[in-house]
């Protein structure tokens, strides 16, 4: 047995070829993503609708309790291209992080009797957030032409504050899959995560109103960096980059990325027994 | 060398906790647990107990072998496989496998029931670690193999359970993995097709020099397919060897596992007539002693007349939980096998053993044989049945209702 295509399992060792396993099981991941995205739409009745009718939703409750009865100033922006822009990172990291959550305890069967990277199942559902995302898009844009707003150059930066979304995504899906796996009722933990985080960020307004000597403070949340990032590489003018904010936002990011992919990676071994 | 396994001194434990029944543990048990030690004091430690599915286990497994591993409910057999196909770790020992490892320890992993039978072969596929460019290649064979080119487009929520199975298996049959581990997944679906899985199972590895590890409870199948055998008992490996050698001791020592019993007494001592052996068959008159309950069971009873008589008298006494389920006697004359056929959907879910009595009706008890053998029933996923797990009671006929 001296062939390089031995796999060698030994107790209390973690396994060598675990990234290399995961390049060998890309197309796991791709199928995986695959048919969230066919079941999605195919299992609910209004289907893509669904995905439209929820941030245009949100966009109109925000637009008129913050905008019109709160009063909150948007600068030279309409207010529901304020609120949009916003949706659409906060849209992405609740839908992932409630997809990821649930996705290993969703497919106990297949954990319990086959293996895998068990770290593709989590990942998977930046997928089925990002289609979500794209659509949140157009109906951004659709809106822009509406309110006839020509978006800043600065725009080619989205990339960027979205990939910080994913590792935020990733890292946030990785420990709450793994949490949800050893405690159960974990899962009541993540909605209100997601419920009360989109409060505390700047979804409905603009992290502008927030006071100067709290601005620091307010970016312990990391999804004000993003969405921050987001406002200002979309709208452009007007907007203030808070740096220092910024920088606690990404350190905090990839905190919760590492932590994350730890826990993970700690725990995995031991998910088919707990399932 | 040609070893395509080896496993040294493999161990795996689990810890069982006996406070509380919760299957798991529930983040606001953890916590209340922490408050109630904080203002206790006096540290009640949830009895956890070790338990070793395996233990020292140790095997070599050549390339083209064709290993049936066989035992008990809980004898360790599915660990042994879950570890060789990585689902979850040993806690002790070392694993060398050589080449590609695919694995059916169940039928359909990851089948979603909304998606089409098309979607589902490529979804499957790629679970089981082949590529988009294989299942291509192989999209039609499997298809063909698992007859249901009419249903392609039809999501398989709507299959019968035997479609599902076979598109299942030809999806699994159609890996080119070196090393092939199959779980009791053939005891579901029809008989037909279960020989043409075996058919297949038995190509691969004979033909294509394949090795195939396979656990089942049926010995008619494992005797067929596979040339050697592990005996596994409680978490050890007792015996490897030759299929028909381990078979044997199995069912030496596991005579209520077996789906025939014979009389090993002197069956010429009694005056009348005696019991040699009683059978449990299928529709096609094979040994078997797991059913569905859409299956017909046949009991088959061979005696011996050594002095005829008109009131010789065999019963069968069917139970369940440990009491009589229901009893059925018979008059037999000179004839020397009787068969007693159970119809399909009569029985209930769950195990049955059996006595039998051999008597002189009103004049003579000959003589009795208690929990000679035993089968298990199973629910069948029949469309115009409701599925439930837990159907009690010993019978589960199918009733008309009706509106009023």
Same mark, same amino acid.
């Given at each position: 047995?001296?062939?390089?295509?031995?796999?060698?399992?030994?107790?209390?060792?973690?396994?060598?070829?675990?990234?290399?396993?995961?390049?060998?099981?890309?197309?796991?991941?791709?199928?995986?993503?695959?048919?969230?995205?066919?079941?999605?739409?195919?299992?609910? &009745?209004?289907?893509?609708?669904?995905?439209?009718?929820?941030?245009? /939703?949100?966009?109109?409750?925000?637009?008129?309790?913050?905008?019109?009865?709160?009063?909150?100033?948007?600068?030279?922006?309409?207010?529901?291209? /304020?609120?949009?822009?916003?949706?659409?990172?906060?849209?992405?990291?609740?839908?992932?992080?409630?997809?990821?959550?649930?996705?290993?305890?969703?497919?106990s069967s297949m954990i319990g009797k086959i293996y895998?990277?068990?770290?593709?199942?989590?990942?998977?559902?930046?997928?089925?957030?990002?289609?979500?995302?794209?659509?949140?898009?157009?109906?951004?844009?659709?809106?822009?032409?509406?309110?006839?707003? &020509?978006?800043?150059?600065?725009? &080619?930066?989205?990339?960027?504050?979205?990939?910080?979304?994913?590792?935020?995504?990733?890292?946030?899906?990785?420990?709450?899959?793994?949490?949800?796996?050893?405690?159960?009722?974990?899962?009541?933990?993540?909605? #209100?995560?997601?419920?009360?985080?989109?409060?505390?960020?700047?979804?409905?307004?603009?992290?502008?109103?927030?006071?100067?000597? #709290?601005?620091?403070?307010?970016?312990?949340?990391?999804?004000?960096?993003?969405?921050?990032? #987001?406002?200002?590489?979309?709208?452009?003018?007007?907007?203030?980059?808070?740096?220092?904010?910024?920088?606690?936002?990404?350190?905090?990011?990839? /905190?919760?990325? #590492?932590?994350?992919?730890?826990?993970?990676?700690?725990?995995?071994?031991?998910?088919a027994d707990?399932i | 060398?040609?070893?395509?396994i080896?496993v040294?001194?493999l161990?795996k434990?689990y810890?069982?906790?006996?406070?509380?029944?919760?299957?798991?543990?529930?983040?606001?048990?953890?916590?209340?647990?922490?408050?109630?030690?904080?203002?206790?004091?006096?540290?009640?430690?949830?009895?956890?107990?070790?338990?070793?599915a395996l233990?020292?286990v140790?095997f070599?497994i050549?390339?083209?072998d064709k290993v049936g591993i066989i035992g008990r409910n809980g004898a360790g057999k599915t660990t042994i496989l879950k570890i060789l196909s990585r689902v979850t770790?040993?806690?002790?020992?070392?694993?060398?496998?050589?080449?590609?490892i695919s694995s059916l320890l169940e039928v359909g992993t990851g089948f979603?029931?909304?998606?089409?039978?098309?979607?589902?072969?490529?979804?499957n596929?790629?679970v089981l670690g082949?590529?988009?460019?294989?299942?291509?290649?192989?999209?039609?064979?499997?298809?063909?193999f698992a007859?249901?080119?009419?249903?392609?487009?039809?999501?398989v929520?709507?299959y019968s359970s035997g479609m599902y199975v076979r598109l299942a298996f030809a999806v699994a049959a159609h890996l080119?993995s070196?090393i092939l581990i199959v779980d009791e997944v053939l005891a579901v679906g029809d008989s037909q097709f279960q020989k043409k899985c075996l058919g297949k199972m038995d190509d691969v590895s004979?033909?294509?020099?394949r090795t195939v590890l396979f656990v089942s409870h049926n010995m008619a199948i494992v005797r067929n397919l596979c040339n050697r055998g592990f005996l596994i008992n409680k978490g050890n490996l007792i015996f490897d060897?030759?299929i028909e050698?381990v078979i044997s001791k199995y069912e030496?020592d596991n005579p209520k596992d077996s789906a025939k019993?014979?009389?090993?007494?002197?069956?010429?001592?009694?005056?009348?007539?005696?019991?040699?052996?009683?059978?449990i068959l299928d529709s096609d008159?094979n040994l078997k002693n797991n059913f569905f309950n859409s299956e017909?069971i046949?009991?088959?009873?061979?005696?011996?007349?050594?002095?005829?008589?008109?009131?010789?008298?065999?019963?069968?006494?069917?139970?369940?939980?440990?009491?009589?389920?229901?009893?059925?006697?018979?008059?037999?004359?000179?004839?020397?096998?009787?068969?007693?056929?159970?119809?399909?959907?009569?029985l209930?879910i769950g195990n049955y053993?059996?006595?039998?009595?051999?008597?002189?009706?009103?004049?003579?008890?000959?003589?009795?044989?208690?929990?000679?053998l035993g089968f298990e029933v199973r629910m069948d996923k029949i469309?115009?049945?409701?599925y439930?797990e837990n159907?009690?009671?010993?019978?589960?006929?199918?009733?008309?209702?009706?509106?009023?």
């Amino acid at each position: 047995m001296q062939d390089n295509n031995i796999i060698v399992i030994e107790a209390g060792k973690t396994e060598k070829h675990y990234w290399l396993d995961l390049w060998r099981y890309r197309e796991l991941f791709y199928f995986l993503s695959w048919r969230e995205i066919l079941v999605r739409y195919k299992q609910t &009745v209004i289907g893509i609708a669904w995905s439209v009718i929820r941030p245009v /939703l949100t966009m109109i409750v925000f637009t008129i309790v913050f905008g019109r009865l709160a009063k909150l100033p948007s600068g030279d922006v309409p207010y529901p291209i /304020l609120v949009s822009i916003a949706i659409l990172p906060w849209q992405f990291f609740s839908v992932s992080l409630a997809e990821a959550s649930n996705s290993l305890i969703a497919n106990s069967s297949m954990i319990g009797k086959i293996y895998f990277p068990r770290i593709i199942m989590p990942s998977s559902s930046i997928i089925v957030a990002f289609i979500d995302f794209l659509i949140s898009f157009v109906i951004l844009g659709i809106l822009m032409a509406w309110y006839k707003f &020509v978006p800043s150059w600065k725009i &080619v930066f989205v990339p960027l504050f979205l990939l910080l979304a994913i590792i935020l995504s990733l890292g946030a899906g990785f420990l709450f899959s793994a949490a949800n796996v050893k405690y159960r009722d974990f899962r009541y933990v993540v909605p #209100f995560i997601i419920q009360f985080g989109l409060y505390i960020s700047p979804v409905g307004f603009s992290s502008d109103i927030i006071p100067e000597r #709290f601005r620091f403070l307010y970016s312990i949340n990391p999804m004000v960096g993003v969405i921050d990032g #987001f406002r200002w590489s979309i709208i452009g003018k007007g907007i203030d980059f808070y740096m220092s904010g910024f920088l606690l936002s990404i350190a905090l990011i990839f /905190l919760i990325f #590492f932590t994350g992919l730890f826990y993970f990676r700690k725990t995995e071994q031991t998910f088919a027994d707990k399932i | 060398m040609n070893k395509v396994i080896e496993v040294e001194n493999l161990g795996k434990k689990y810890i069982i906790s006996h406070q509380g029944e919760a299957r798991y543990t529930a983040l606001r048990d953890v916590i209340a647990d922490g408050a109630k030690k904080l203002i206790k004091r006096n540290n009640i430690l949830p009895k956890k107990e070790e338990f070793w599915a395996l233990r020292n286990v140790s095997f070599s497994i050549d390339k083209g072998d064709k290993v049936g591993i066989i035992g008990r409910n809980g004898a360790g057999k599915t660990t042994i496989l879950k570890i060789l196909s990585r689902v979850t770790i040993p806690t002790e020992g070392i694993i060398k496998i050589k080449g590609k490892i695919s694995s059916l320890l169940e039928v359909g992993t990851g089948f979603h029931p909304e998606l089409t039978g098309r979607e589902n072969i490529f979804f499957n596929g790629a679970v089981l670690g082949m590529t988009r460019n294989e299942i291509k290649r192989k999209f039609d064979e499997i298809v063909e193999f698992a007859e249901v080119e009419k249903f392609l487009d039809t999501p398989v929520k709507r299959y019968s359970s035997g479609m599902y199975v076979r598109l299942a298996f030809a999806v699994a049959a159609h890996l080119d993995s070196e090393i092939l581990i199959v779980d009791e997944v053939l005891a579901v679906g029809d008989s037909q097709f279960q020989k043409k899985c075996l058919g297949k199972m038995d190509d691969v590895s004979t033909k294509e020099g394949r090795t195939v590890l396979f656990v089942s409870h049926n010995m008619a199948i494992v005797r067929n397919l596979c040339n050697r055998g592990f005996l596994i008992n409680k978490g050890n490996l007792i015996f490897d060897g030759e299929i028909e050698d381990v078979i044997s001791k199995y069912e030496f020592d596991n005579p209520k596992d077996s789906a025939k019993w014979s009389n090993k007494k002197n069956v010429t001592k009694t005056k009348y007539f005696d019991i040699l052996s009683v059978s449990i068959l299928d529709s096609d008159n094979n040994l078997k002693n797991n059913f569905f309950n859409s299956e017909k069971i046949k009991i088959k009873i061979d005696f011996l007349v050594n002095e005829p008589h008109s009131q010789m008298k065999i019963q069968l006494y069917f139970l369940k939980f440990g009491e009589i389920a229901f009893t059925f006697p018979i008059f037999i004359c000179h004839k020397y096998s009787i068969i007693c056929e159970i119809p399909p959907f009569l029985l209930g879910i769950g195990n049955y053993f059996i006595n039998i009595d051999a008597t002189l009706h009103n004049i003579l008890g000959v003589d009795g044989y208690d929990h000679i053998l035993g089968f298990e029933v199973r629910m069948d996923k029949i469309e115009c049945m409701p599925y439930i797990e837990n159907i009690q009671g010993y019978f589960f006929p199918i009733l008309n209702w009706y509106l009023e």
